[in-house]
């Protein structure tokens, strides 16, 4: 990624420790409102046994420290649903996303970039997993967007950032 950058920090959590049932307050998660939205479930999952369901349009924070000049990935298996739900993974600085993506509606992959989220392009189609990466290099500046382990998107506009904070989970509903 970056010549400079010796560490990378890479979240990706499978779920597969917690207990099934709700999330919120297992593993550092806070879901914002209503505690019943996210849910550890086991009638669908990617890999293992759990993966977590998303029940409203609302969001689930984890906190987490991310030193500067580290590069960071965010890896997830998200489930595809093109025409109703928008599912976003991020990880932010200060409520601001710093990278993420989104398999938006329309059909597309969004990503987050200098200027916020950016339609990829990227075709996903509906019930189907989809693993997606986003990776950024130590202080910002190259981001790169793999779907299923291709890399779709090399932007040289990512966004520079000093102190990621925090990984956040929403959806919301698309309505063409």
Do not use: C
């Not at 993420?100 to 509606?105: E, I, M, Q, R, T």
């Amino acid at each position: 990624m970056n010549a400079k950058s010796t560490k990378t920090f890479l979240f990706f959590e499978d779920f597969e420790e917690y207990n099934t049932g709700v999330l919120d307050g297992q593993g550092g998660w806070e879901e914002e409102g209503d505690t019943q939205n996210f849910e550890v479930a086991t009638d669908e999952a990617k890999t293992g046994d759990k993966a977590v369901r998303v029940n409203a349009e609302v969001g689930i924070n984890k906190t987490i420290s991310i030193p500067s000049d580290t590069g960071f990935a965010l890896r997830s298996y998200v489930f595809g649903h093109a025409l109703y739900h928008r599912t976003y993974v991020a990880i932010q600085e200060d409520s601001e996303e710093i990278i993420g993506f989104a398999l938006g509606g329309g059909g597309h992959v969004f990503y987050v970039n200098k200027d916020g989220w950016t339609n990829s392009d990227v075709p996903y189609s509906n019930n189907n997993w989809y693993k997606i990466e986003q990776w950024i290099s130590g202080s910002g500046g190259l981001t790169k967007l793999f779907v299923n382990d291709v890399e779709q998107i090399h932007d040289a506009d990512g966004k520079t950032y000093s102190n990621p904070n925090k990984i956040r989970m929403w959806m919301t509903r698309y309505e063409s």
